[in-house]
């Protein structure tokens, strides 16, 4: 069968610069990323050098201020670096996203202070973060959260747990939402936790379907003290720091999908124009031409759909409604795509010989994290619609 290698995305960036940033991103994908994925996923093994690469040539913090460093990037071009490392290895393009998550609340609600203090590292020290806001009893109902910052002096004293949390255990710094008030949202604030704060500890890995190489797990807080410097804008206001958040790493997710999606699509075209039955390419049958099709163009409209909504970001205008609908279609289109790909390549598709069933087990956590797609319509909707009649807090 003979190889057909996967051809560039055709990308319109704004400047030479991103040019050179998605030519750097695409090298590291190709030597350093893809060729060790499939061994180090089905081991369960984190690629802590890869992140520790990714800081050294400043791709960890590229839609951040370089005064801190970061990139300077505006989201359209991070997007589309996050696509092209995703798609080398999903564990890698979503710790990023996370990394850039986690970064946020510091990088937007942090005073001058702390941002000299603290970001520098997170952004281009090497540094991995992780984002705290879901809880064992609060997943989509996020406001409900349970674990408590109690003032003593000038420090905060946490209790609780954390569940769900990418990097949970190795990050090197925790962004954690922790109750401060009264119930409901405006009863929470926002704190910078180093990983290595007496009290913090991180449990066993979740055993998860697929991305392996990417730990997943609760992170426990007993009585971990931090002093009042490292809470991040006002008292009270973590759960709309939290939710800010969110609306950009809808994006870091949705890119994500794309990047999964197209290295199924590129392995199915792959397999398709070399596989021969009845003496000629499978490709050339019109039911799995018209797949062929059908996935390129949903992967392209996701494509634009994000980067529609990086664009408005960019421009300082409101894009909460866009990250929700980029997120919603592009995970679903990974989730079919990888389907189909694995339909395209027959039995072949369903062993561990072609990367096609990992991308598949790996697409359908795209559709749960950060918000559930039921998540996403119902955000859509209030949207278009308004908030819902019964809707309380």
Same mark, same amino acid.
């Given at each position: 069968?003979?190889?057909?290698?996967?051809?560039?995305?055709?990308?319109?960036?704004?400047?030479?610069?991103?040019?050179?940033?998605? $030519?750097?991103?695409?090298?590291?994908?190709?030597?350093?990323?893809?060729?060790?994925?499939?061994?180090?996923?089905?081991?369960?093994?984190?690629?802590?050098?890869?992140?520790?690469?990714? $800081?050294? $040539?400043?791709?960890?913090?590229?839609?951040?201020?370089?005064?801190?460093?970061?990139?300077?990037?505006?989201?359209?071009?991070?997007?589309?670096?996050?696509?092209?490392?995703?798609?080398?290895?999903?564990?890698?393009?979503?710790?990023?996203?996370?990394?850039?998550?986690?970064?946020?609340?510091?990088?937007?609600?942090?005073?001058?202070?702390?941002?000299?203090?603290?970001?520098?590292?997170?952004?281009?020290?090497?540094?991995?973060? &992780?984002?705290?806001?879901?809880?064992?009893?609060?997943?989509?109902?996020? +406001?409900?959260?349970?674990?408590?910052?109690?003032?003593?002096?000038?420090?905060?004293?946490?209790?609780?747990?954390?569940?769900?949390?990418?990097?949970?255990?190795?990050?090197?710094?925790?962004?954690?939402? &922790?109750?401060?008030?009264?119930?409901?949202?405006?009863?929470?604030?926002?704190?910078?936790?180093?990983?290595?704060?007496?009290?913090?500890?991180?449990?066993?890995?979740?055993?998860?379907?697929?991305?392996?190489?990417?730990?997943?797990?609760?992170?426990?807080?007993?009585?971990?003290?931090?002093?009042?410097?490292?809470?991040?804008?006002?008292?009270?206001?973590? !759960?709309?720091?939290?939710? $800010?958040?969110?609306?950009?790493?809808?994006?870091?997710?949705?890119?994500?999908?794309?990047?999964?999606?197209?290295?199924?699509?590129?392995? &199915?075209?792959?397999?398709?124009?070399?596989?021969?039955? !009845?003496?000629?390419?499978?490709?050339?049958?019109?039911?799995?031409?018209?797949?062929?099709?059908?996935?390129?163009?949903?992967?392209?409209?996701?494509?634009?759909?994000?980067?529609? +909504?990086?664009?408005?970001?960019?421009?300082?205008?409101?894009?909460?409604?866009?990250?929700?609908?980029?997120?919603?279609?592009?995970?679903?289109?990974?989730?079919?795509?990888?389907?189909?790909?694995?339909?395209?390549?027959?039995?072949?598709?369903?062993?561990?010989?072609?990367?096609?069933?990992? !991308?598949?087990?790996?697409?359908?956590?795209?559709?749960?994290?950060?918000?559930?797609?039921?998540?996403?319509?119902?955000?859509?909707?209030?949207?278009?619609?308004?908030?819902?009649?019964?809707?309380?807090?």
């Amino acid at each position: 069968m003979p190889d057909r290698a996967p051809q560039p995305v055709d990308r319109q960036l704004p400047t030479d610069e991103a040019r050179d940033l998605i $030519s750097l991103a695409r090298d590291i994908a190709q030597r350093e990323i893809a060729p060790r994925a499939a061994e180090e996923e089905d081991a369960g093994h984190f690629p802590r050098e890869i992140f520790t690469l990714l $800081s050294r $040539s400043g791709l960890l913090g590229l839609p951040y201020d370089s005064e801190y460093g970061g990139g300077d990037q505006p989201y359209e071009v991070y997007l589309q670096v996050l696509e092209e490392l995703a798609a080398a290895r999903l564990t890698v393009g979503l710790g990023v996203s996370v990394h850039s998550l986690s970064c946020h609340a510091l990088a937007n609600y942090g005073t001058k202070q702390q941002q000299v203090e603290h970001l520098s590292a997170m952004l281009g020290g090497g540094l991995l973060g &992780a984002y705290c806001l879901s809880e064992p009893s609060s997943g989509s109902d996020a +406001a409900s959260l349970r674990t408590k910052a109690v003032r003593d002096g000038d420090e905060w004293v946490i209790d609780g747990t954390k569940a769900w949390i990418t990097h949970g255990g190795i990050a090197d710094f925790y962004t954690v939402m &922790a109750r401060t008030g009264e119930d409901g949202p405006r009863g929470i604030s926002a704190f910078l936790v180093p990983g290595d704060a007496a009290g913090l500890s991180g449990a066993a890995p979740e055993k998860k379907m697929g991305m392996k190489g990417s730990p997943t797990a609760q992170v426990h807080f007993d009585g971990v003290r931090v002093p009042d410097e490292r809470r991040i804008g006002e008292e009270g206001q973590g !759960f709309a720091i939290a939710l $800010s958040a969110l609306d950009s790493g809808r994006l870091g997710i949705a890119a994500c999908a794309i990047g999964l999606a197209q290295a199924a699509l590129d392995e &199915a075209l792959a397999y398709a124009t070399g596989r021969q039955q !009845f003496g000629r390419p499978i490709s050339d049958f019109q039911g799995l031409r018209f797949m062929l099709a059908d996935m390129a163009t949903q992967i392209e409209a996701g494509r634009a759909l994000y980067l529609a +909504a990086a664009r408005l970001r960019d421009a300082g205008r409101p894009f909460a409604k866009q990250a929700a609908m980029a997120k919603l279609h592009c995970t679903d289109t990974a989730m079919k795509a990888t389907i189909d790909a694995v339909q395209v390549l027959g039995g072949y598709g369903y062993t561990a010989d072609f990367p096609v069933e990992r !991308f598949m087990r790996e697409a359908k956590v795209l559709q749960i994290v950060e918000g559930t797609n039921q998540i996403q319509r119902m955000v859509i909707a209030r949207h278009l619609a308004g908030p819902e009649a019964h809707r309380v807090g």
